[in-house]
């Protein structure tokens, strides 16, 4: 009997023994449980982490070469505005450059056009015959012209001094004489030998030399020299 109770002691007390292997087993178990899956969830989340870095890494190149291709179009733009820029410059002068050329040009040929004319009326002198022996040359030329009037309608000659039609006559005297009115003697201014001719003596105001100066009525354009006899003397002094 005692030995059933001895046995029945021992049986319990490994029983216990037992049991405390398995709840430190069945602790141990639970506790890799947990690391592993502490571990499992960790490396998860830092290859998620690593995974979603080099998407970042490609958007910040991206963006960086989204940035650089900016800016090399912007200093394209930037050049090419530049190269315009002087294109439309050079042109611009060139095109100045062409406007002097031209404008010299045409000055040039305005000039070789005026020398021509002058030596033109200087050719068209032309050498008449004397009226009387005090004359010491006697001269036309082409190229006079009538000195304008201010007068209208049916032209009748006015020997009347200080009249508009006797203004007019000495401004042509003076013109066929090639001398100044300013200041001009005239000592005598008649008829020419008709109603539309008349003839006068006039000098410069030092009286340096005296001229005969033979002028004509042009309807609407006013009188005209057509000859000069340069006096040896002043016959009408």
């Known amino acids: 009997m005692a030995k ?12 216990k023994k037992v049991n405390k292997v398995y709840n430190i087993l ?11 899956g502490a ?17 970042t890494s490609s958007d910040t190149a991206n963006n960086s070469n989204s940035n650089d291709n900016n800016d090399a179009a912007s200093k394209e733009d930037e050049d090419s505005a530049a190269t315009d820029s ?44 004397p009226s009387d022996s005090n004359v010491e040359e006697a001269y036309s030329d082409s190229a006079w012209e009538p000195v304008g009037t201010e007068q209208s309608g049916d032209h009748v000659t006015q020997y009347e001094k200080g009249s508009v039609d006797w ?18 003697n005239v000592y005598w201014l008649g008829n020419g030998g008709s109603p539309d001719t008349a003839v006068g003596t006039i000098s410069p105001s030092d009286n340096s030399s005296t001229y005969r100066v033979y002028i004509q009525w042009v309807d609407g354009e006013g009188w005209k020299p057509t000859k000069v006899e340069k006096l040896k003397t002043n016959d009408k002094n």
């Open 86 to 129: 002087e294109d439309d410059q050079a042109n611009k002068e060139e095109s100045d450059e062409e406007k002097e050329s031209d404008a010299d040009k045409e000055t040039s040929d305005d000039k070789d056009s005026a020398d021509a004319e002058d030596e033109k009326k200087e050719s068209e002198i032309k050498e008449e015959t």
């Open 4 to 15: 059933d109770r001895y046995s029945s002691r021992v049986a319990k007390r490994k029983d």
């Open 39 to 55: 571990v499992i969830f960790t490396g998860g989340n830092d290859d998620k982490t690593t995974s979603n870095d080099p998407q």
């Open 167 to 184: 203004q007019e006559m000495e401004k042509a005297l003076a013109y066929g004489a090639g001398i100044s009115q300013e200041g001009m």
């Open 26 to 36: 069945i602790t141990v178990v639970v506790l890799l449980i947990v690391v592993v």
